[in-house]
């Protein structure tokens, strides 16, 4: 028997790109999750709609119809991805920079603020995930880490 999740889904209809955010146990937590990431991006959007679809999907239109978050009921097998994390030890952090030569100004999840890091949490609900990714200083993903 499977488990009841609701996942997040960024859309840009001229692009026809749809990219998953992360996966949450209730619809709240999904809402929270987009409302992180607005955050992190220094985005407002007071004004944001949120229409139900037929389908019992929940559409965030926050700027324009043409760029919005769906939020879609789904049942998965298996646990979410946990949201813990393990901080990588100052040695473990130092290799991975001179590995991918980053500069000043680029930074692993590790590196990041807590404030930041609590936000990406939420934002993307999936710790191994977070640890995937480069990270501006405002903690905005810059890319994969294994991504030239």
Not at 21 to 33: C, L, N, R
Not at 40 to 46: A, I, N, R
């Amino acid at each position: 028997m499977g488990q009841i999740v609701y996942t997040n889904y960024w859309l840009n209809r001229l692009s026809d790109v749809k990219k998953e955010h992360g996966s949450y146990v209730t619809e709240e937590e999904a809402i929270d999750g987009i409302k992180a990431w607005w955050d992190l991006h220094s985005e407002h959007y007071p004004h944001a709609q949120f229409k139900r679809t037929q389908s019992g999907a929940l559409e965030v239109i926050y700027d324009d119809d043409n760029h919005y978050y769906r939020i879609e009921k789904r049942t998965i097998e298996g646990a979410l991805p946990s949201k813990n994390y393990r901080l990588r030890k100052a040695g473990e952090i130092e290799s991975l920079r001179f590995k991918h030569s980053l500069h000043e100004e680029a930074y692993l999840f590790d590196e990041l603020a807590e404030p930041l890091r609590d936000r990406l949490v939420i934002a993307m609900a999936d710790s191994k995930k977070l640890q995937d990714y480069i990270y501006d200083e405002d903690g905005c993903p810059i890319k994969k880490i294994n991504e030239k």
